[in-house]
């Protein structure tokens, strides 16, 4: 089974974050001293670059589930509007009855 948009977005976000947070340990207490100058704005670079990932995911994911709340709010109003119209033609017919 193929994942859907939602699920590949929040896949990459945590994969992302998950990695940008296991480089900001392993950096912080064993690589720091090893690197040099060059490693080591490569490898932040790389940690800053994965953490941008994970909040344009994150942004992306965000405006998806507004889209999908604005849609169903839509959806219900046109629902509840219609069952009152509804109600309000069976009330007219049972009047004139």
Known sequence: MAPDSTSRRRWISGIALGTALLMLIVGEAWIEARLSRIGFA????????????????????????????RREHKDL?????RTIHDRARENQRKSRD
């Open 42 to 69: 490569l490898y932040w670079l790389t940690c800053v670059l994965l953490t941008v990932i994970a909040i344009i995911a994150a942004l992306v994911e965000l405006r998806a589930v507004q889209r999908g709340t």
């Open 77 to 81: 109003l046109d629902d509840t509007l």
